[in-house]
């Protein structure tokens, strides 16, 4: 196995570094730009000089990730949701390192309440797989390594694509098997708009490279856990809905990096209602099941689909999904799960987020319909649904 210096271009910072890159982000202009709304959001009770004095007294990383990092996480949570509770970690065994691999529905909040909830329940907290893409200035890649990110190289093509993979994946298989620390990595790139959650068979190809046996012995000793994402609303479903239209409208469409700061800003601070994270079982034993003789490509396949149906199993369906579902793909085909009185609760909260949409031609039923599938898709991925589309 490589040594720590080959994954220097990507590995999360160390205990010996933490305080070098706190006094880097204290003198950053745009982070103190930055961390003042937050303090204002979420921590009122500080001054910026109160922070800088904070951030100065941690040694190391652990220290700051279990004090500053999971205060922020549980503070800004708490005043923009109504619960946050998870389930299935006695599938976490202490002793063992594992990947989580999740759906992906929050470019920042997935990653940390993973990790964060670990923590609160005596667990090690991750290392996370951040996408460059999203690492639109100095600090903030300085920012999410010094909270135990890695980062994922994208906008790369051909050889440099497969080396960047195959390094990657060798600083994964270090980290679980001889640093022994658990990492979160979505289970595709970018997060499902759609909210229909399935695993790129890349991302695990990827991961099988940095072993030394077969493809599926490489998968089992990252003892990776499916971990179920579920958030009652999601803060930034209309723009979602909007770049849908956008798209439609233009193919040549692309977001601005301007954009990717709203949404981060949106999922953070943004109403979220009931928010619940179960955590699956390993399924290395279920890993054995696929038949060796299967090419590499019908092998990740069969892996992925193993993946997939843990996280369905896991959803927690809030009424919001059962009334989205119904209006797709019923017709009241789950007309139990909910009541009057909460669908007129969830008709308010739809026309309150599709009031939020500025655009040319905004086009209601078009945004009505992709809103609805983001809420409808994982009760019929939990039902096992086979309909077209």
């Not at 640093?179 to 970018?190: C, D, K, S, Y």
């Not at 939990?382 to 309909?387: A, N, Q, S, T, V």
Request: proline share 4%; aromatic share 10%.
């Amino acid at each position: 196995m490589a040594t720590t210096d080959v994954f220097d271009n990507i590995r999360a910072y160390r205990d010996n570094e933490t305080q070098h890159i706190v006094e880097i982000l204290l003198q950053d202009s745009e982070f103190k730009r930055v961390m003042g709304i937050v303090i204002e959001r979420v921590f009122p009770q500080m001054t910026w000089e109160s922070f800088c004095q904070l951030m100065r007294s941690y040694k190391t990383m652990t220290e700051f990730q279990t004090d500053i990092v999971r205060r922020f996480a549980f503070d800004l949570v708490g005043g923009a949701s109504d619960s946050l509770d998870c389930s299935g970690l006695e599938n976490v065994v202490p002793e063992r390192a594992n990947v989580f691999i999740s759906n992906h529905r929050d470019i920042i909040l997935d990653a940390t309440l993973v990790s964060t909830l670990l923590c609160k329940h005596g667990l090690d907290m991750t290392e996370i797989a951040i996408g460059d893409n999203l690492l639109t200035c100095p600090w903030i890649e300085h920012l999410v390594r010094l909270n135990r990110s890695f980062i994922v190289r994208r906008g790369i093509s051909g050889r440099q694509m497969l080396e960047n993979s195959a390094l990657l994946s060798r600083y994964i298989h270090d980290t679980i098997e001889n640093r022994h620390r658990p990492i979160w990595i979505a289970q595709r790139e970018g997060r499902a708009k759609d909210s229909n959650d399935r695993t790129q068979e890349s991302v695990l190809k990827m991961l099988a490279m940095g072993g030394e046996g077969s493809f599926v012995e490489n998968l089992k000793s990252l003892n990776i856990i499916p971990v179920s994402l579920s958030y009652e609303y999601d803060p930034c479903d209309y723009l979602k809905a909007k770049e849908f239209q956008q798209k439609r409208d233009n193919p040549d469409f692309k977001k601005s990096p301007k954009d990717d700061m709203a949404s981060m800003e949106i999922g953070m601070f943004g109403y979220k209602g009931r928010i619940h994270f179960r955590y699956g079982k390993v399924i290395n034993s279920d890993l054995e099941k696929i038949n060796p003789s299967l090419t590499r490509n019908e092998q990740g396949d069969a892996a992925a689909k193993l993946i997939d149906a843990e996280i369905f199993r896991n959803y927690t369906l809030y009424p919001g999904n059962y009334i989205a579902y119904d209006r797709l793909w019923g017709p009241g085909k789950c007309a139990d799960k909910y009541t009057e009185a909460e669908i007129k609760i969830f008709d308010s909260y739809l026309e309150k987020q599709l009031s939020k949409i500025d655009i040319p031609n905004k086009d209601i039923p078009f945004l009505t319909e992709k809103i609805l599938t983001m809420y409808g898709y994982p009760v019929r991925n939990h039902l096992g649904d086979k309909l077209p589309g």
